[in-house]
C-alpha cells in the first residue's frame, strides 16, 4: 500500500523580526499573502494531506482568506499552534492522523518548489529522516563571548538547515514525545528534535539556494524577485 506523507505546514509563528501588526505569514508578496504559495506547492506535490498550524483564533482567517480564497487542495486540518516553533509542530503531529511520513514546513518559505517537495518525499522514504537544505557559500566563524573568533569550522562541512524537515511518523512522534516530556526549550529545529531524542542519522538533501526564510523585512524583496522569477 502506499504510504501517506502528510505536510505539516507552520504558520504560528508572531513575526516579530519583521516588526508589522500583521503576522508575516499574511503579509502579501506579488498580491497574495505568503503562506499562499507554500500550500500551493504542497497541494500541487505528492503529498497525500496538509496540515495547517496558525495561530490562536487565526484558523477561520486562514479557511476563508487563504485556502478557500484560492481553493487550495487537501487541507486535512486547520489548527492552533502554540508558543514556540517545537510546540507548533507537536500538535501538528498530533493531528496529522494516519500519517506514514511527515513533513514539516516553515510558512515562511514560500520559495519552496515541488521538485523539492517531490525530491523529499522520495527521499524521505529510503532514508526515514532527511532535511531540506544547502551547502554554505560563505565562511562562517564561530564567535566567542567577546566577539573574537574562536573557531572557523571548514566550510567545505557546513550547511545551512532549511525545510522541508522529513520522517517516519514514529520517528518524529516519538522523539518530540520525549522532548515534550523533559521540557527541552533548547530545540530550533526538527533535525535537533530527532537527533537529540532518538538514534537515527538524519541526512541533509539538497535544496535550493531559492528556499530562503522570510526573516526580516528585506527578505521580502528578496523573495518578491525570486518570485517574480519563477
Ligand atoms: N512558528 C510556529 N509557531 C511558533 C513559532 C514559529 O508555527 N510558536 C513558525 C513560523 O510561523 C514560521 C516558522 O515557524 O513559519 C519559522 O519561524 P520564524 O521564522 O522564527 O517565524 P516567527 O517566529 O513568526 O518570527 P520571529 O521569530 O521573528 O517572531
Ligand atoms: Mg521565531
Known amino acids: 500500500m502506499k504510504p501517506r ?39 500541487e506535490s505528492e503529498a497525500d494531506a496538509i496540515v495547517v498550524v496558525t495561530g490562536k483564533g487565526e484558523e477561520e482567517f486562514c ?19 502554540g508558543t514556540e516553533r517545537y510546540d507548533s509542530v507537536y500538535q501538528g503531529l498530533l493531528a496529522a492522523k494516519g500519517a506514514d511520513y511527515v513533513l514539516i514546513h516553515d510558512g515562511a518559505r514560500p520559495l519552496v518548489s515541488v521538485e523539492i517537495i517531490n525530491k523529499a518525499i522520495k527521499k524521505v522514504q ?7 537544505g544547502m551547502p554554505v557559500k560563505d565562511t562562517i566563524q564561530l564567535a566567542a563571548e567577546d566577539a573574537s573568533i574562536a573557531e572557523t569550522p571548514p566550510r567545505s562541512m557546513l550547511w545551512v538547515a532549511q525545510t522541508p524537515q522529513c520522517f517516519s511518523y514514529s520517528l518524529v512522534k516519538s522523539s518530540y514525545k520525549k522532548a515534550q516530556e523533559a521540557n527541552d526549550t533548547s530545540l530550533t529545529d526538527d533535525a535537533m528534535v530527532v537527533r537529540k531524542y532518538s538514534n537515527a542519522s538524519v541526512y541533509l538533501i539538497e535544496g535550493s539556494y531559492h528556499n530562503i526564510k522570510v526573516t526580516t523585512p528585506e527578505d521580502t524583496t528578496i523573495a518578491e524577485a525570486l518570485l517574480k522569477g519563477q
Request: glycine share 10%; net charge positive.
Open 126 to 132: 529510503e532514508l526515514n529522516a532527511c532535511i531540506v
Open 63 to 81: 479557511r476563508t482568506q487563504i485556502i478557500e480564497r484560492y481553493g487550495i487542495r487537501k487541507i486535512e486540518c486547520i489548527i492552533a499552534g
Open 5 to 43: 506523507v502528510t505536510a505539516i505546514v507552520l504558520a504560528a509563528g508572531k513575526g516579530s523580526r519583521m516588526g508589522h501588526m500583521t503576522p508575516k505569514q499574511y503579509l502579501p508578496l506579488m498580491g497574495k499573502p505568503m503562506l499562499f504559495y507554500s500550500l500551493n506547492a504542497f497541494a
